[in-house]
């Protein structure tokens, strides 16, 4: 899947370093904490490398299901003085690492899909502090481990589609706010008709302590089901899973009927009452 670019210059974005994806979240904010406090603790090794600045910019080339294509440092990023720079191979190998931490699935930044990334690291203590007070003051900031969710086997579900459109202008196809409700069979949901034309299937995706919705968003296209979007790695928190998500949906040469580089766009919920 093709995911349309919608980043603001200043995001940062990094992992906190762990040798497995327990307990971590693809919404980037929860993992800019962890790195603040992974670069707060490795301050002086990170600034030997660049001693004359006081902030690092690192632009990033992700691929559709999440892993780094190309990575670069640089100082005075954007400016006439412009320099790609080495980092403490300790801070590289984090970075790398940790970008291999939601497989199968998209990093975003609470509702949008990311595919590339300008990312500015301060390296002062103030300046962590800052940057860190200010992710965690945002609406709808959840810290790690906040929330997790076990979801059995054979458990109720509801999806509650709140608005979903595909193409543009005459074109547009929709759904129409809808409820769905039914059971899992054992950690599968089988197929769920939300319209004439869409439906959506998904597991629940069991990682240690930690559970997961792997999705497929699906269309009837000249009698056949042809993927809109999918997604391994959204974890479940507090029973739920909120799907907001702007890109571009998933091509099918050859099909007629679904058109190159057609933007979607979806806010669904699923959740699993108790």
Same mark, same amino acid.
């Given at each position: 899947?093709?995911?349309?670019?919608?980043?603001?210059?200043?995001?940062?974005?990094?992992?906190?370093?762990?040798?497995?994806?327990?307990?971590?979240?693809?919404?980037?904010?929860?993992?800019?904490?962890?790195?603040?406090?992974?670069?707060?603790?490795?301050?002086?090794?990170?600034?030997?490398?660049? !001693?004359?600045?006081?902030?690092?910019?690192?632009?990033?080339?992700?691929?559709?299901?999440?892993?780094?294509?190309?990575? &670069?440092?640089?100082?005075?990023? &954007?400016?006439?003085?412009?320099?790609?720079?080495?980092?403490?191979?300790?801070?590289?190998?984090?970075?790398?690492?940790?970008?291999?931490?939601?497989?199968?699935?998209?990093?975003?930044?609470?509702?949008?899909?990311?595919?590339?990334?300008?990312?500015?690291? !301060?390296?002062?203590?103030?300046?962590?502090?800052?940057?860190?007070?200010?992710?965690?003051?945002?609406?709808?900031?959840?810290?790690? &481990?906040?929330?997790?969710?076990?979801? !059995?086997?054979?458990?109720?579900?509801?999806?509650?589609?709140?608005?979903?459109?595909?193409?543009q202008f005459r074109h547009n196809k929709t759904i129409e706010p809808v409820v769905k409700e039914g059971t899992m069979d054992a950690y599968r949901s089988k197929m769920v008709r939300l319209s004439d034309i869409f439906s959506i299937a998904f597991d629940v995706v069991k990682e240690g302590k930690n559970n997961y919705l792997k999705y497929t968003l699906y269309e009837r296209v000249d009698n056949k089901s042809q993927t809109v979007t999918k997604e391994g790695w959204r974890p479940i928190i507090n029973?739920?899973?909120?799907?907001?998500?702007? &890109?571009?949906?998933?091509?099918?040469?050859?099909?007629?009927?679904?058109?190159?580089?057609?933007?979607?766009?979806?806010?669904?919920?699923?959740?699993? !009452?108790?």
């Amino acid at each position: 899947m093709k995911i349309q670019l919608l980043l603001s210059a200043s995001l940062f974005m990094f992992f906190s370093v762990n040798g497995s994806a327990q307990g971590k979240n693809c919404d980037v904010r929860q993992l800019q904490v962890s790195t603040y406090d992974f670069v707060l603790a490795n301050l002086d090794s990170i600034k030997i490398y660049t !001693p004359k600045t006081n902030q690092i910019t690192a632009t990033l080339d992700l691929t559709e299901a999440g892993a780094i294509k190309k990575i &670069g440092y640089y100082t005075n990023y &954007g400016k006439k003085e412009q320099k790609e720079v080495k980092v403490w191979k300790g801070f590289e190998t984090f970075v790398k690492d940790n970008f291999s931490r939601c497989p199968d699935s998209h990093f975003y930044n609470a509702t949008e899909h990311l595919l590339q990334a300008t990312i500015s690291l !301060p390296l002062s203590k103030d300046g962590i502090a800052k940057a860190k007070k200010e992710v965690e003051s945002e609406p709808n900031y959840m810290a790690e &481990g906040v929330g997790k969710t076990e979801i !059995p086997g054979y458990s109720k579900f509801k999806v509650e589609v709140k608005s979903f459109t595909v193409g543009q202008f005459r074109h547009n196809k929709t759904i129409e706010p809808v409820v769905k409700e039914g059971t899992m069979d054992a950690y599968r949901s089988k197929m769920v008709r939300l319209s004439d034309i869409f439906s959506i299937a998904f597991d629940v995706v069991k990682e240690g302590k930690n559970n997961y919705l792997k999705y497929t968003l699906y269309e009837r296209v000249d009698n056949k089901s042809q993927t809109v979007t999918k997604e391994g790695w959204r974890p479940i928190i507090n029973n739920k899973v909120t799907l907001s998500v702007k &890109g571009i949906r998933d091509s099918h040469p050859g099909v007629r009927h679904i058109n190159e580089g057609e933007e979607f766009e979806m806010n669904f919920e699923i959740s699993f !009452p108790k």
